[in-house]
């Protein structure tokens, strides 16, 4: 199926979500284009993870009013996998451990039958993962070697979009630089017919921005998008007023 | 009378003061239900067997082309059918029933192997065994032989409601090598049924055996194996046991004794715990060697409505040993249950240093969304982690057998979606 490129890769339309009794988003709109890449800044605990997780169909994130369309597609009643094979893909921030599962089995089967040994040597190869490739996935993982893992099993998976949650968490300075280069590798990697990949970064520090070029950021305040515009000119301004007074400021393009 | 009369006397008084003795472990069974089982006659080749014994021999690592492997013995009921040690080991190793082991051998036998690391009173199985006579393999690897291919016995039940009793020994002299693979299976059309094996194995200073069971039975089937392993001075005795399919009850507690200084036993055990299965299954390391080593890990799944026990037992006797227990269950039905029992003691061994870890846990929802978040739908998400928890890393497992038991877990995990 092609996608018509003037029609957005993603649209969250008066999205709300709640997270057991309590009422996280609140209303969230959002559009992401074909090649387009966003960043999601906001305060610990406004939303951020949960917008992401329910765009993954993780259970326990229930969507009480609004929609999302992936491709046109709404993903309501959608499993994680049915997602992902539509063409979502997620970077978790803490990834479980899963014993008995080789990170090389993994990215096999994130990368499908067409995933063939010359592609997996270049993936261990630009992460340098030769040390983890036949280890437990995640298993006594550092924090710098579970973003690796993840990033490998994404290039793998090759998703239209991709989730970065809080890519540059528990990551030290060698590895931030290994793990941008890797999301900058997928989302400007070009599909044949199918244009380029999109991307939604989550980050609360912006210091990944270092290293991967970004279109537009938002922040998610009180469970809305409350504030859209220049990904660093939106840091600059949280860095020197704090989130509060940025929601408010001139630079909003809301 | 002679000593081996006067032992063959002893035996059988302390038998028969066992009759009815019960078992520590697993459900009690009444042994008058089951018929003797009858004669089966004898082939030229394996390959002379029906295709369904093949098959089913094959799915317990029996090949009946023999192809890889360094010698062949099959019983079938209480017959040995097949017996042969392949050409290029002939002289290193010997392969016959136990029966003629003892005829042959009768001095030696009485003396030093049979019954002698396992007690013919130590329940009512034992004694079952020990007042029939009975078949079995015996296996003796010449001093410093090496042997690299595996040795294949299989115990083969081919007729409904029988027991099937066996006595096997392997004896491994001084600095000899092998791998021993025991498939344990039956015919498909077998429902019910006892398997009553009694295994005694030797190891010679500075011998090595690996030795793997794979365990095929059907819903109704019991089975109780007493096995008991003797090591001498730097031997090393490796234990695989596997078990994939349904069983109606399994009892089964080999015991290793690290006799010689610097032995070493290694239990490894896949368990695979489905329908309405009751399997009680362990192992007990008892070291009296200086520098005796000893490590037994299990790994066991319950589905449906299967209980499972997973026992391990460590006795330390010495001031210089060490030995760990790794135990870990994964219950996936609400109905079935699961114990991890272990089980350590220091006796008058001050210096003697053991340790174990056991675990019960459900298999973790969020390992399943991860690999479903990689496109994985559910089904097969849960069959791969629950293969990859069973996916024991056995050091020195044949390659032939890896394959067996993956392909094993994994027709099982299909099985069960």
Redesign the interface.
């Known amino acids: 199926m092609s996608v018509d490129s003037a029609s957005p890769l993603l649209q969250v339309e008066g999205l709300h979500v709640s997270v057991g009794d309590r009422e996280i988003l609140r209303g969230v709109d959002l559009v992401i284009a074909e090649g387009e890449t966003h960043v999601l800044l906001g305060p610990n605990g406004g939303g951020k993870t949960t917008l992401l997780n329910t765009i993954v169909g993780l259970p326990g994130y229930r969507v009480t009013a609004g929609r999302i369309l992936f491709k046109g597609t709404d993903l309501a009643g959608l499993e994680i996998d049915e997602r992902a094979r539509l063409g979502i893909g997620v970077a978790f921030q803490r990834p479980p451990a899963v014993r008995g599962i080789k990170l090389k089995q993994l990215i096999q089967v994130a990368g499908g039958d067409s995933f063939d040994e010359a592609a997996m040597a270049d993936v261990i190869g630009g992460l340098t993962l030769e040390r983890m490739i036949d280890r437990d996935v995640n298993m006594g993982f550092s924090g710098g070697e579970m973003k690796r893992s993840e990033m490998a099993q994404l290039i793998a998976q090759a998703p239209d979009l991709t989730l970065f949650d809080e890519p540059e968490s528990g990551v030290d300075l060698d590895n931030i630089a290994v793990v941008g280069g890797a999301m900058t590798r997928l989302l400007k990697a070009e599909r044949v017919g199918k244009g380029t990949r999109s991307g939604l970064i989550v980050t609360h520090t912006g210091h990944i921005l270092e290293y991967v070029n970004a279109d537009i950021g938002h922040v998610l305040y009180n469970g809305r998008l409350a504030c859209k515009g220049n990904p660093r000119d939106l840091i600059d301004e949280i860095g020197k007023h704090g989130y509060d007074k940025c929601v408010e400021c001139a630079i909003c393009q809301m | 009378m002679s000593d081996v009369a006067a032992r063959k006397a002893e035996i059988r008084a302390l038998a028969e003061a066992a009759r009815d003795k019960k078992a520590a472990y697993g459900p009690d069974l009444d042994l008058s239900a089951f018929n003797a089982a009858q004669d089966a006659e004898s082939v030229e080749s394996l390959e002379a067997l029906d295709k369904q014994m093949k098959e089913v021999a094959l799915s317990v690592g029996i090949e009946s082309s023999e192809e890889g492997r360094a010698g062949t013995y099959f019983q079938v009921d209480r017959s040995p059918i097949y017996q042969r040690v392949t050409e290029m080991y002939g002289g290193k190793l010997e392969i016959m029933s136990t029966k003629d082991a003892v005829e042959l051998y009768p001095e030696l036998m009485y003396e030093q192997y049979y019954w002698r690391a396992v007690a013919p009173d130590k329940d009512k199985y034992t004694a079952l065994v020990a007042l029939q006579e009975t078949e079995g393999y015996f296996i003796r690897v010449l001093p410093g032989q090496k042997i690299d291919k595996p040795i294949q016995a299989c115990l083969f039940v081919s007729e409904n409601n029988i027991t099937q009793n066996v006595h096997n020994v392997i004896v491994m002299e001084e600095g000899s090598e092998a791998t021993v693979i025991t498939g344990c299976t039956i015919h498909p059309k077998v429902r019910e049924g006892l398997h009553a094996g009694i295994s005694e194995f030797y190891l010679g200073k500075g011998s090595k055996l690996t030795f793997t069971m794979i365990h095929n039975w059907a819903e109704d089937f019991d089975v109780r194996p007493r096995t008991a392993i003797v090591l001498d001075e730097d031997a090393t005795y490796i234990n695989n046991y596997v078990l994939m399919k349904p069983v109606k009850s399994i009892q089964s507690f080999p015991v290793a004794k690290c006799v010689g200084d610097r032995s070493r036993a290694v239990f490894n055990s896949i368990v695979y715990g489905l329908e309405d299965s009751t399997i009680d299954i362990g192992s007990e390391s008892i070291m009296e060697g200086e520098g005796s080593r000893s490590e037994a890990i299990a790994r066991t799944v319950s589905r449906d409505r299967s209980v499972v026990y997973s026992r391990g037992r460590l006795i330390g006797r010495t001031n210089d040993c060490k030995a760990h227990l790794d135990c870990r269950g994964m219950v996936q039905s609400a109905e079935s249950t699961q114990w991890a029992i272990p089980d350590l003691a220091s006796e008058g061994a001050p210096g003697a240093e053991l340790s174990h870890e056991a675990a019960i846990s459900p298999i973790?929802?969020?390992?399943i969304?991860?690999?479903?978040?990689?496109?994985?739908?559910?089904d097969e998400?849960v069959s791969?982690?629950t293969?990859?928890?069973?996916?024991l890393e056995i050091p020195g497992l044949p390659a032939a057998l890896r394959r067996q038991i993956d392909k094993a877990l994994e027709e099982t995990a299909k099985d069960s979606m």
């Open positions: 973790a929802a969020e390992e969304y991860y690999l479903m978040s990689r496109g994985v739908p559910k998400a791969m982690i293969r990859g928890f069973l996916d």
